[in-house]
């Protein structure tokens, strides 16, 4: 049994939950079908406990799913064994920051706004210890920087031979704030300059100017998943990262960043938009 399951564990169990409930089984009658017990099916659907192969695929063949699509997805993650490098920072960071790092390992497209600070996928080393830094000044060097290294590890989704679809919209107070000095701003905006030029990412900007954006609490990071009932929410709220899966509020979250980049400048635009500031610095 596992203590303390990660987000991603969490979401499997969710999944399998969804299905029982769609077939309208009760978890005791499932449990009976698998050989097992009401207690140990709800470990399961809780994160808290593993699922064979064989026991996911009859879960899913007593509860009459005959999405194979979706059962090829569940089972690669419940068979998932090798460790991410995330997992470095495993006792050393909160969980959360192996949970994002995983999610976005996994995502096959990640759309995110932005409205405070750089994106965490475009920060510079310097930027990021300014901002861990700053928001808890009591950690100890070692801490922050493991924070650091982590933060910029995240960006090999990006990076790697086969990198990940990234969009992200950013504000353009988020780009003006001098979270340290004007040499860390001048050297963060030329290295969101240098990835964009790469051809790896999108980025578009929110001027200040703009008129019609209400969106001061629009950030968000959208993770697409091997099929779109498995895209993944993520939204930092006062008690910490929230990751989301309900349909519904999935849905909010699409329909959010179409409004925020309706908002926002194209591309090219965007570009030279960031390259007039540095020239300011």
């Not at 593993?50 to 979706?70: K, N, T, V, Y």
């Not at 569940?74 to 064994?81: D, I, K, N, Q």
């Not at 091997?226 to 349909?247: C, K, N, S, V, Y």
């Not at 509020?249 to 959010?256: A, E, P, V």
Request: glycine share 6%; charged share 25%; with cysteine.
């Amino acid at each position: 049994m596992r203590n303390q399951p990660t987000a991603r564990q969490v979401r499997l169990g969710s999944e399998l939950r969804k299905l029982r409930e769609a077939a309208g089984l009760p978890a005791k009658e499932v449990a009976g079908l698998l050989g097992s017990s009401s207690a140990h099916m709800s470990q399961i659907e809780a994160g808290t406990s593993a699922i064979s192969e064989e026991r996911l695929r009859r879960l899913a063949a007593h509860c009459a799913c005959a999405d194979e699509e979706l059962i090829e997805a569940l089972v690669a993650m419940a068979t998932e064994r090798s460790r991410g490098w995330w997992d470095d920072y495993r006792g050393v960071l909160p969980q959360v920051h192996m949970d994002v790092a995983e999610a976005e390992h996994h995502a096959t497209f990640l759309h995110e706004v932005v409205i405070t600070y750089v994106p965490g996928l475009l920060q510079t080393p310097e930027y990021a210890r300014a901002v861990f830094g700053y928001m808890r000044p009591e950690l100890p060097d070692s801490e922050l920087t493991a924070r650091v290294e982590h933060r910029i590890r995240r960006r090999l989704v990006i990076e790697r031979d086969h990198p990940t679809s990234y969009e992200t919209i950013v504000h353009e107070f988020a780009l003006r704030v001098r979270v340290a000095d004007r040499r860390t701003a001048s050297a963060q905006l030329r290295w969101i300059l240098d990835q964009i030029e790469q051809g790896h990412v999108s980025v578009r900007v929110i001027p200040m100017d703009q008129d019609g954006f209400a969106g001061a609490d629009a950030s968000m990071m959208y993770m697409g998943g091997p099929l779109p009932q498995l895209d993944t929410g993520m939204r930092d709220t006062p008690t910490g990262t929230l990751f989301i899966d309900a349909e519904a509020q999935l849905r909010q979250l699409r329909t959010l960043f179409r409004k925020v980049e309706k908002a926002s400048l194209d591309p090219t635009t965007s570009r030279d938009f960031i390259h007039g500031m540095t020239k300011e610095l």
